[in-house]
């Protein structure tokens, strides 16, 4: 009898996960019980108490679960990953009671006033450099790279990246550049040494200014650039251009109208800008367990949310680019060195914390692998801004890029 | 004493305009009253009632006075109409109180509901093949060229832009595709001659249809192509492909949820799709005279209420371009074209008719260069589409352009 109402609950979270191409089996019994086929692997349950958890709020019991060792996976974690997200999707936007309730919590719990937010970026940031270095790039670009092709090794995509980044707005030496959530430094490093342009760069982790300005240093170029360890509602001065990677995404959608207005006041009508930020199709609150163990306060806007931005502004879109499926193998690097790289974080931390961050690179790659995460650079101009492009073509001329590199260098 | 009553009006109306770099001069009585400085030339107003007139409503206003020639213009009409357009947008926003009333009077009497897009479309594209003809290049596109350099010639231009969208969307031989308001069917007739590809194409205006379904035979490829005088939200049947070039500025606001519904039943979630439309970088109504004497019912949607269309249905939007510059350049040529058919217009017409269209397509013009209004083509695809290009690069190459035209035709 017993195992008869496991088998049922077991049916119950497969088909509430609308029955992913998985196999899901319950250990803990004198029988193993299993749903599914083994398409892209096996999820293990341990025991009856995780199936329940799971069955009342999957986001955060899976995660928590998979921490304790309570549920283990066996083959390709990324595949599993993106079978359950693509499933999901499958089932679009059902209410969860539960999971609603938790990430209502989480929500405000985490809000990014200008004190939530040093405590939610000091929650991520700050957990020391050394970590990072272990399974980033050279340069510490914890954001999406580019790959012109996908054979490119991390190091030329995230250069790659750069570049796009620095084409896509057209910088001229000399021009004065503000840089909003500038992570280790390594773009407006980049910026300064190759487009010879001056840089304020801004951020509230501490160690990671401290590394940037280190960094910049070293590299010798401290004369173009400053480094600012300050919230961006506190940005001050005016600019040509401004930039901003990978931090719209801890703005949080309640703070668009303030980071607008950070936007219009520096670059006034004329001046130009980029943001590059995880996004949505449309919206929903980040996966609570992400927000509970990674990013405190996180949201990826959908589009329609961005444009709070830009609309109060008058600032036109000038092209968008979606990148997921770059974002997608960013992570699998970050990942394959992230695991070569686990007796050292074990050492550092503890098998815990491998758990969480190996759980945490796998799931993102397999949400922007499935679809239910975008990665999109947004170009945008005042109406008196006159470095519009007449075409895309430029970014593409590999004859004109020497040309180009040629003159700012 | 009079004249120094209108010296003021005339000074109320040149600073309510936002003080263009323009000259305002009233003509009608014992002197030339003048304002401003003749910086892109002089706005002629023959009488004060005129001016008046221009107080109380200026966008009507200005339209009607200059059909009647109650107003004239000295300079080159571009010029002023971008100068009139670049200081009312420094002004920004400001609320008008006339013209709001009027402006949403047209708005109800205008609505596109079944009937109202039939009479809307028919008031527009149905006065005569042969009047278009006069003006458009051969193959009658009415809508934004893509032009690689400023230089290349019109006919070139709009060849250039249909191979711009069927390269966005990457079309194969024996896909189908359906075309939602294909105008005289010149980019239907390109994607299955060029392409391969099968096209059901829709439009209401039944002049246009059935000068496309002659144009067709003539190529050759009727076998290819099924041209239905139908309004879109009758489109039946699923495809590989959903194109809209020009549409969505007649699809009004308040029914994006319903253009959301017929892409997503005709695509499915393994579909792509282009829009090309007029947009704005903010919502506002298009200006009332163009609305009351070109195009009723015409609302050109900012960005955030395009995001209606594709958030409902879960479509990933991939590239946004945003090609307003090629629309003033098109308008400019145009409009060439038309002053030099002008004794022709005028037989087959009247003066009044002549005026009409001047303005009309000068002003719009200014709209694009002056930026109040923006061009915008929107790649997007479903979840599970597979024909997601890794980068954009095999938009430009021209190499790899050659061998597409190669393989496909």
Redesign the interface.
């Known amino acids: 009898m017993r195992s008869s109402w496991k088998r049922r609950l077991l049916k119950k979270v497969y088909e509430g996960a609308g029955k992913p191409r998985v196999r899901l089996a319950l250990s803990g019994g004198p029988e193993v019980l299993t749903v599914g086929e083994p398409g892209a692997g096996t999820i293990l349950i341990r025991d009856w108490r995780t199936l329940a958890g799971l069955a009342l709020n999957p986001d955060i019991a899976f995660g928590e679960s998979y921490i304790d060792r309570r549920i283990e996976v066996e083959g390709n974690l990324v595949d599993v990953l993106t079978a359950v997200s693509n499933a999901s999707?499958a089932r679009?936007r059902k209410h969860k009671r539960w999971s609603a309730v938790s990430s209502a919590w989480l929500t405000l719990m985490q809000r990014n006033t200008r004190e939530g937010s040093r405590r939610n970026v000091h929650h991520h940031y700050d957990i020391g450099n050394e970590f990072y270095q272990l399974w980033l790039d050279e340069r510490l670009l914890y954001t999406c790279a580019?790959?012109?092709?996908?054979s490119v090794t991390l190091e030329e995509a995230q250069s790659a990246k750069m570049d796009h980044v620095c084409r896509k707005l057209r910088l001229q030496p000399g021009e004065r550049v503000i840089e909003a959530g500038c992570g280790w430094g390594a773009l407006a490093i980049h910026m300064a040494r190759h487009y010879g342009v001056k840089v304020k760069a801004f951020n509230i982790s501490r160690e990671q200014i401290a590394y940037a300005r280190w960094r910049a240093h070293q590299e010798q170029v401290s004369h173009l650039l400053e480094f600012i360890q300050d919230d961006y509602r506190n940005i001050h001065g005016s600019c040509d251009v401004f930039v901003s990677v990978g931090m719209l995404e801890h703005v949080g959608k309640s703070h668009h109208a303030e980071f607008s207005q950070v936007i219009a006041r520096t670059i006034g009508n004329a001046g130009r800008g980029l943001l590059h930020f995880i996004g949505r199709?449309?919206?929903a609150p980040l996966n609570a367990w992400i927000r509970k163990r990674i990013f405190p306060g996180g949201y990826p806007p959908?589009?329609?949310e961005v444009?709070?931005i830009?609309?109060?502004a008058?600032?036109?879109?000038?092209?968008?680019?979606?990148l997921?499926?770059h974002y997608a193998l960013t992570l699998e690097h970050w990942l394959e060195r992230f695991e070569n790289a686990v007796p050292t974080v074990a050492s550092m931390f503890d098998d815990r914390f491998v758990r969480i961050w190996r759980l945490y690179l796998a799931g993102s790659a397999a949400a922007f692998r499935?679809?239910s995460l975008?990665l999109?650079q947004v170009v945008f101009a005042g109406?008196k801004c006159e470095a519009?492009p007449?075409?895309?073509?430029y970014?593409?001329?590999s004859s004109r890029e020497a040309e180009w590199i040629r003159a700012t260098s």
């Open positions: 999707l679009a580019y790959f012109p092709d996908p199709n449309y919206p959908a589009m329609r444009m709070q830009f609309e109060p008058d600032l036109a879109v000038l092209d968008i680019e979606n997921r499926q499935a679809g975008q999109y109406r519009i007449w075409t895309r073509a970014l593409y001329d």
